[in-house]
Every structure is written in C-alpha cells, then in structure tokens.
C-alpha cells in the first residue's frame, strides 16, 4: 500500500507506452530523467509504464485495423470493413482479459502495439491496477509519453477533487456525438472509476480510440466530465516564454513536438531546468 503524504491523496500514474522509437527515446531520455526520476516522485504517487505486444501480434492487430479502415462503398468493401471490425473487437476482448504482468515499472499487456488498440489496452492497465489484493490509490492518472506531469502539483489538484465518480482532465468535444470527454494527454479517475472500466468489457465502442471510448462509457453512465487546464508547448524555446506564475502552477505540459526528429524529451528537460531554477532561487515556491 501506497501511503498519502500527510493529507495528499495518492495516485498511481499510468504512462502509455510504446517500446518503440521515438517513444523509447522520450520516455528514457525525457520523462524518466525528469519529472518520472526516483528522486522527483513523491510520497504517495506511483509511476507505472504499460506496453503492448509486437511481433507476430501486434503484425495481426495492424491488419484487422487496416481491414476496418478499408475505404470503398460497394459490397465487398463493406464486407471487408465488417471482417476487420469484428476482428479488432474479437481481439479486443480477448487480449484485455489476459492478465498484465509488472516487470520493475514496466506492465507489459498482452495486447497488439498498435494505436488502434490503445484502449483495451488501457482496460487491461486498469484491470492489473484494480484487481483484488492490489494496492489501493485514491486516483489513477492516465496520461501518454508525450507529457511532463508535476506530480505534487497533480496531487494539489487531485485534493480538490471528489473520491468518487471523478473523471477529469483536458476537455475534447466529439465531432458527431457531441458528448466532451477527457483528452487521452491526461485523464484523472477517481478509484471507484477506474475499477469499473478497468473490470468491464461491454459498452465499449471498440471501433473508437481509447479517451473518446472511455468519454463515450461515462457519459452514458452520467458521470460528467470535469475539465483541467494543461500547457501545450511544442518547442523548446517556447519554455523561456512561459510566464513565471504558468510554470509554476501548471501540472500538466503536453510537450508533442511537431517536427521531425521529435524534440519532447529536449522539451521536458527545458522545463524541468526552468522550474528547478525558480525553486532554487525561491524555495517557497512549489516543487516537482
């Protein structure tokens, strides 16, 4: 068990994550040497990274998601379509319900690596973390590798927010349905919350990305979204412009960088050595 920091809730934080590049070269370079590093992680918050399967898998996952994508209007385009559609959520279901295994802080997940299967495999991160006979956290925060988290400062935030029926985070709207939900970037549930996506596998649009599908659950189990605030800085000499009282305040910077090779983890330093400095130079203020 996990225990509070005086009265801060505790949160287990779970990264999305790709054994890829330029995922691997973020996560390792960028989060685990900044806001993720032993020393920056406080009392009563937990960092676990979950991965998907390769190989031969995750060869199978990306073709039924390319059969479901499958464009054309006649027959047997829309055949192909329903094949590919059937596969994903057969797939689906059955790599969510075999159980994850933690190697250190890593959770490997039996399903395919694919971005088309992002959320079984966050159901089946939320299935480990939730089973019988786990620690328990007040708070499960879902956040992806291309984000630096200030963890007290999340936890600040999480002490303002109820223990029970909470979802949260960066607002996106769905085009056609119109319901808001959390941005997959980094998405706040209460306990009771994450045990019951973590332990279901009906209501699920299986079809839909991993924030838009849990959005799409909870709003018709009329648990409404709540939004927080997130930084976006896609530069690293953006992170000498952002105003003393926005870095000293934010918890959450989405640092997806847009050009090509990827500056995040660069990013994610210029943060962690701006904020290290203002606390240097004021040690009132708070802290990563």
Same mark, same amino acid.
């Given at each position: 068990?996990?225990?509070?920091?005086?009265?801060?809730?505790?949160?287990?934080?779970?990264?999305?994550?790709?054994?890829? +590049?330029?995922?691997?070269?973020? /996560?390792?370079?960028?989060?685990?040497?900044?806001?993720?590093?032993? +020393?920056?992680?406080? /009392?009563?918050?937990?960092?676990?990274?979950? @991965?998907?399967?390769?190989?031969?898998?995750?060869?199978? #996952?990306?073709?039924? *998601?390319?059969?479901?994508?499958?464009? #054309?209007?006649?027959?047997?385009?829309?055949?192909?379509?329903?094949? #590919?559609?059937?596969?994903?959520?057969?797939?689906?279901?059955?790599?969510?319900?075999?159980?994850?295994?933690?190697?250190?802080?890593?959770?490997?997940?039996?399903?395919?690596?694919? @971005?088309?299967?992002?959320?079984?495999?966050?159901?089946?991160?939320?299935?480990?973390?939730?089973?019988?006979?786990?620690?328990?956290?007040?708070?499960? @925060?879902?956040?992806?590798?291309?984000?630096?988290?200030?963890?007290?400062?999340?936890?600040?935030?999480?002490?303002?927010?109820?223990?029970?029926?909470?979802?949260?985070?960066?607002? *996106?709207? %769905?085009?056609?349905? #119109? @319901?808001?939900?959390?941005?997959?970037?980094?998405?706040?549930?209460?306990?009771?919350?994450?045990?019951?996506?973590?332990?279901?596998?009906?209501?699920?649009?299986?079809?839909?990305?991993?924030? +838009?599908?849990? *959005?799409?659950?909870?709003?018709?189990?009329?648990?409404?979204?709540?939004?927080?605030?997130?930084?976006?800085?896609?530069?690293?000499?953006?992170?000498?412009?952002?105003?003393?009282?926005?870095?000293?305040?934010?918890? %959450?910077?989405?640092?997806?960088?847009?050009?090509?090779?990827?500056?995040?983890?660069?990013?994610?330093?210029?943060? %962690?050595?701006?904020?290290?400095?203002?606390?240097?130079?004021?040690?009132?203020?708070?802290?990563?």
């Amino acid at each position: 068990m996990v225990k509070a920091a005086s009265s801060k809730p505790t949160i287990l934080v779970l990264v999305l994550s790709v054994d890829r +590049e330029p995922w691997r070269d973020i /996560e390792l370079h960028g989060q685990r040497i900044t806001w993720a590093s032993p +020393e920056a992680i406080p /009392e009563g918050c937990e960092v676990v990274y979950y @991965y998907g399967v390769g190989g031969l898998y995750r060869f199978v #996952g990306r073709a039924a *998601g390319r059969l479901a994508r499958f464009g #054309g209007s006649n027959l047997l385009s829309r055949v192909v379509r329903r094949v #590919g559609k059937n596969l994903v959520e057969r797939i689906s279901r059955r790599s969510s319900r075999r159980p994850a295994v933690l190697d250190g802080d890593r959770l490997l997940t039996r399903v395919p690596d694919v @971005y088309k299967f992002a959320l079984p495999k966050m159901i089946s991160a939320l299935r480990w973390a939730t089973a019988p006979g786990m620690p328990r956290f007040d708070f499960v @925060y879902r956040t992806n590798t291309s984000s630096y988290i200030s963890l007290t400062r999340l936890q600040d935030v999480a002490a303002n927010m109820p223990r029970r029926d909470c979802y949260a985070g960066f607002l *996106g709207l %769905h085009p056609t349905r #119109g @319901y808001h939900f959390a941005s997959g970037s980094g998405m706040l549930l209460s306990w009771d919350v994450a045990s019951r996506v973590g332990s279901t596998l009906t209501g699920l649009n299986w079809e839909k990305i991993d924030d +838009e599908a849990l *959005g799409e659950l909870l709003d018709t189990a009329e648990i409404t979204v709540k939004p927080l605030p997130r930084t976006s800085v896609q530069d690293v000499d953006e992170v000498e412009l952002l105003p003393g009282d926005e870095l000293r305040t934010a918890f %959450h910077f989405r640092c997806k960088s847009p050009s090509e090779p990827r500056t995040d983890a660069a990013i994610m330093l210029a943060i %962690h050595a701006r904020d290290r400095g203002d606390r240097d130079a004021d040690p009132s203020r708070s802290t990563l």
